[in-house]
């Protein structure tokens, strides 16, 4: 029967997991939005997933329990999922849905736009460049988040990922700049995991500049393939029709793909690498390429995705097909936690393709780009040193080889370890990196120029013992 511009549709033929099938259907097309409406008065919402003929096939969000089939009724709003947009989902907690969490109204805006998206023209894309400072010292110093880019966070289970992700959410900001917003889609976490996230994130929020998505473990699976999607649309009109520069964290993407792979499975769809459906690429791009610089508009859209690899497997699907799409990764080392480093960034895993435009004369500091590489070949010395000592022992290192084992230490403990709480000013990072660098004597600092050597090496001189000697 009709109620309003609607059809509705009675009774259904199966269901399995979240999928509703029905069939003598008209009209009705992919992805569109439409209500289910149990016997008993209840409301549950669902998705076109596919349309062939007469059937459709519906993934309900909260699942199909409890469902009578023969007195199901099912009505279709004619359009894919939209949600409003606009400033008023700054300084709200909401669900994967974007149905308050906060006690508040829910969010309602002159425009309501399609979750998909709409691609970027790349004829229109601008060069990602200028930096978001974190506040965190390894990231700022060696792999600078840049305006407009993608760089994925590479973990495993068990470290501090998402305690580093609302981290960088807390203290991110464009240096001069006021026109700063944060979106947070956490996707399949636990509720423990969700409170500390937003403790974490409490001072953000009051500020009014930070929206925050929460899809919690029980909550629909389906639930968690639209957070991401509903997020960055909400952050594609701050970014490109308000002008805010938008960091959007997405902690984690390994939880979307498991989302995506049971709806494939359930649909019967033909799996490829270890059960992923083939379009596992095309899917993530669908996500990642939303970020960047549109010419013209002013703001920037920045994602900062978390990515957790099954036993550390960087070679799984989702952190392989991520790597192909982003540019560069941050990655944490498992051996660092155990050590009590935190953050437990891997200097030697890590990187930044775009650090080169945002970082340096003026962007950041003149020496930011001469001590970061500086500081990397260092500990690519220093970690083959170490190598040298598990073999030969320490003490039978040169005096000049010890030093580099100090070195690391130092670089560890006084540069990238900080507090989880703690938020360090890029010039305070940069004077760290220099401080760690100039306990190696003078003339092995190759990578940076005479005159940053003669503003900020504080060591003992060329006349200290060379690291090379032999024993």
Not at 140 to 160: C, E, H, N, Y
Not at 371 to 381: C, D, E, F, K, S
Request: with cysteine; charged share 25%.
């Amino acid at each position: 029967m009709t109620t309003g511009p609607s059809v509705e549709y009675v009774g259904a033929s199966s269901a399995r997991g979240p999928l509703l099938v029905l069939e003598q259907v008209e009209g009705v097309g992919w992805d569109e939005v439409g209500e289910v409406r149990l016997d008993s008065g209840e409301i549950r919402h669902g998705i076109v997933l596919d349309v062939h003929r007469d059937w459709a096939v519906v993934e309900v969000f909260e699942g199909t329990d409890g469902l009578r089939l023969d007195e199901v009724r099912v009505s279709f709003s004619g359009s894919p999922l939209r949600v409003p947009v606009g400033e008023g989902w700054l300084g709200r907690v909401c669900n994967g849905r974007g149905e308050p969490l906060d006690g508040g109204p829910p969010v309602v805006g002159g425009e309501r736009r399609g979750v998909s998206g709409r691609p970027i023209n790349p004829a229109r894309r601008e060069t990602p460049r200028e930096a978001i400072l974190t506040g965190v010292s390894a990231i700022d110093g060696l792999a600078t988040l840049v305006r407009g880019q993608k760089l994925p966070i590479f973990s495993v289970g068990g470290l501090p990922h998402l305690e580093l992700a609302a981290q960088v959410a807390a203290h991110a900001h464009v240096p001069e700049d006021a026109s700063f917003a944060v979106v947070f889609a956490a996707v399949g976490i636990t509720h423990a995991d969700a409170a500390g996230v937003r403790d974490i994130l409490e001072s953000r929020a009051a500020l009014g500049d930070l929206a925050l998505f929460v899809n919690t473990v029980d909550d629909p699976l389906v639930e968690r393939i639209v957070t991401p999607r509903i997020a960055l649309t909400v952050a594609e009109h701050l970014a490109f029709e308000l002008g805010r520069h938008v960091l959007v964290v997405i902690a984690d993407v390994t939880s979307y793909c498991e989302a995506v792979r049971e709806v494939a499975a359930a649909r019967g769809e033909v799996p490829s690498r270890r059960g992923y459906p083939g379009y596992l690429y095309s899917d993530l791009a669908s996500l990642y390429e939303r970020a960047g610089r549109v010419q013209g508009r002013p703001g920037s859209l920045t994602q900062l995705p978390v990515v957790t690899m099954p036993a550390g497997d960087i070679t799984h699907p989702v952190p392989d097909l991520t790597g192909y799409i982003t540019e560069g990764q941050i990655v944490l080392d498992a051996d660092l936690h155990v050590r009590g480093v935190y953050p437990p960034f891997d200097p030697l895993g890590s990187l930044s393709r775009l650090m080169r435009l945002g970082a340096g004369p003026a962007r950041t500091r003149d020496d930011h780009l001469e001590i970061a590489a500086q500081l990397y070949a260092l500990v690519a010395r220093a970690r083959q040193v170490a190598d040298l000592a598990d073999v030969v022992g320490a003490d039978a290192l040169a005096p000049g080889e010890r030093r580099y084992l100090d070195f690391a230490e130092a670089f560890r403990r006084d540069f990238v370890s900080q507090g989880r709480a703690e938020e360090r000013s890029l010039d305070e990072t940069l004077d760290r990196a220099w401080q760690v660098a100039s306990l190696l004597p003078r003339r092995e600092l190759t990578m940076v120029s005479e005159a940053a050597l003669a503003a900020h090496y504080r060591g003992g001189g060329e006349n200290d013992a060379p690291p090379h000697a032999a024993g």
